[in-house]
């Protein structure tokens, strides 16, 4: 259950009864209404601004208002107490009852506490890597590799139907020099001295086997052929290849896609030309010649004229090329044709998780959007920054399989998988991230993911400490739901409660928000909740969770460590990060 939410549905019922009373007038515009937390936790457990977003349309005074609606809150079950502060703020403390009935439904519902019908299983596509299929995935994909299927994982949580997509850029002059790369790898697996790679080709010692297996299945067949002969073979050959190390990569990530998308087959299915001809019976089209832009210049602006579309109309600051001056169509108009194919597909709602450098393609592609589905398709665009691979605060020095960068797999391999997907997580997505290797693998509050981690095994320590003192006792999460939660009377107990209380809204809020970092946010503050009560016990021992000659206390602070350690593995498997039961150093 949503609190928040919930609460919000008890002060509209209130207005409506106020309505009706003739005290607000008809038609009360409710929508502006929230319920939150007061910014100081002394002045109760929810605040609502019902009374300042209503009066002035009414032509009634804040205050009163507030007095009224205040009153009628005071009808509502589990309302111990609801005072008018500040302007006209409406803090409302509740019964510890309803708290513990909270901690019983985490207990019921497990790591699916937190799951919403928010998105009442509307259809969302999250695209995210993408990466040209030209090499291994680097330290940067990693980032929105993780971003983008964390996302879609929330999503999931919240209620909507998510499709995780990778789109392969197979089209264009990258995947030629790649099959040019891959050839002079074969002609070397035949025993040639290739000498080094011509500029313009990929160096990288990661082609040798794709060299070598062509050589193993199609001997020296291509050897003395002429490119026109070999190129379409050995470059479907070589993008099947690094899409196997893609997946593969990604695999060792815990990511897997629900669909694979083809530029090329897109273009040969002849869906660009479709989109143009769409847009030019719609008269977006022409033919003119831009200014230059400031700055450096994109690959797709000519000085001589080019088809440009509209798209100064629906929101962008320029029109764009869709067709160079040699006949052929911009990566522009691919990407058009194929955020349509995905519109067309079910997917009205379409989230892209981009490099930072493609910052300025944004407003382009939306103006597109916009355009082909009458406004009806919408795209959010998360921009990865880039991350910083540290060691101790240096530059860090790994291997490189690719020649020129450090891979996604030497990063996992370095860490884990587990620490690279919670650490890409601990900044939003468009700050940049510094991931220091020797950082990440400190047993201290500074690494949030060994925080974390350390909260969910302490909580499996005590119930093994519970269990030797009381061996006899219900200690099954079943039985925990029968304890006596009122002897749960100290204040940083109920505190506890009210954080965990908190996850459903944010589930809500971060999945409304297109944010998962607000996920490994939440974790951290939790976990630094439950750390700071037992450091605390360790002072005051009527404190601690196991109480030797007190079994039904004992219990009752067992069901809130269950509670605690549940929550974290719900956030955890959202993140896509084991939660474990034991640490070591």
């Not at 601004?49 to 009808?75: Q, Y």
């Not at 089209?285 to 230059?292: A, D, I, K, S």
């Not at 400031?294 to 690959?299: F, I, Q, R, T, V």
Request: charged share 25%; hydrophobic share 40%; glycine share 8%.
């Amino acid at each position: 259950m949503n609190v928040f939410s919930a609460f919000k549905a008890n002060v509209e019922k209130e207005i409506e009864f106020l309505v009706a009373n003739g005290d607000l007038p008809n038609g009360t515009d409710t929508s502006r209404i929230s319920v939150e937390l007061p910014r100081d936790p002394s002045h109760g457990d929810l605040s609502t601004n019902a009374a300042m977003v209503l009066a002035k349309p009414a032509g009634l005074e804040t205050r009163d208002l507030a007095e009224t609606i205040a009153e009628r809150l005071l009808t509502v079950e589990s309302v111990e107490s609801a005072e008018v502060a500040g302007p006209g703020f409406i803090n409302l403390r509740l019964a510890n009852n309803f708290w513990f009935q909270q901690l019983d439904n985490i207990l019921k519902a497990g790591t699916a506490y937190g799951q919403s019908d928010l998105g009442q299983n509307r259809a969302v596509n999250v695209e995210y890597v993408s990466a040209n299929p030209t090499g291994p995935l680097h330290v940067g994909h990693a980032r929105g590799s993780v971003v983008g299927d964390v996302l879609a994982s929330l999503l999931a949580k919240a209620g909507f139907a998510v499709t995780r997509e990778y789109y392969i850029n197979d089209a264009g002059g990258q995947i030629d020099a790649l099959a040019r790369s891959a050839f002079l790898r074969y002609r070397e697996a035949l025993g040639e001295n290739i000498g080094g790679i011509p500029e313009g080709l990929y160096p990288g010692d990661y082609l040798k086997p794709v060299g070598q297996e062509l050589a193993d299945r199609e001997g020296d067949k291509w050897r003395d052929a002429e490119e026109a002969q070999w190129l379409p073979f050995v470059r479907e050959f070589s993008v099947a290849a690094m899409l196997d190390l893609i997946r593969n990569d990604l695999d060792a990530l815990g990511i897997r896609h629900d669909f694979f998308s083809s530029e090329r087959e897109l273009v040969e299915a002849g869906a660009v030309d479709k989109v143009m001809e769409t847009l030019q019976a719609d008269d977006l089209l022409y033919v003119g010649t831009l200014e230059p832009p400031k700055g450096k210049l994109p690959d797709d602006w000519e000085e001589r004229p080019q088809m440009l579309f509209k798209a100064s109309k629906y929101g962008d600051d320029t029109d764009r090329p869709v067709k160079k001056s040699d006949g052929s169509w911009t990566y522009f108009a691919s990407d058009l044709a194929y955020h349509q194919d995905k519109y067309r597909r079910g997917f009205p709602i379409m989230i892209d998780v981009w490099g930072a450098d493609h910052g300025g393609y944004v407003k382009r592609v939306s103006a597109g959007i916009n355009a082909l589905t009458g406004g009806e398709g919408k795209l959010d665009v998360k921009l990865c920054q880039m991350v910083r691979l540290l060691e101790n605060g240096e530059p860090a020095k790994m291997s490189k399989r690719s020649g020129t960068f450090v891979t996604l797999r030497d990063l996992v391999d370095a860490v884990g998988k587990d620490v690279v997907r919670f650490i890409m997580l601990t900044r939003k997505n468009d700050a940049p991230l510094d991931f220091d290797l020797v950082k990440v693998r400190e047993q201290s509050r500074d690494n949030p993911v060994f925080y974390v981690q350390y909260a969910h095994a302490r909580c499996h320590s005590v119930g093994n400490m519970a269990r030797e003192a009381f061996p006899d006792a219900d200690l099954t999460t079943e039985g925990l739901r029968r304890a006596d939660l009122t002897r749960l009377t100290e204040s940083d107990e109920l505190a506890l409660i009210r954080s965990l209380a908190a996850w459903p809204r944010m589930v809500e809020a971060a999945a409304e928000a297109h944010e998962p970092h607000r996920l490994a946010f939440y974790l951290y503050d939790l976990a630094a909740s439950f750390h700071a009560l037992w450091s605390k016990a360790r002072e005051e021992p009527g404190l601690r969770f196991v109480i030797a000659d007190d079994e039904e206390l004992t219990r009752g602070r067992m069901a809130l460590v269950r509670a605690v350690q549940t929550v974290i593995a719900s956030g955890l498997e959202v993140m896509g990060v084991t939660p474990v039961d034991e640490l070591r150093e």
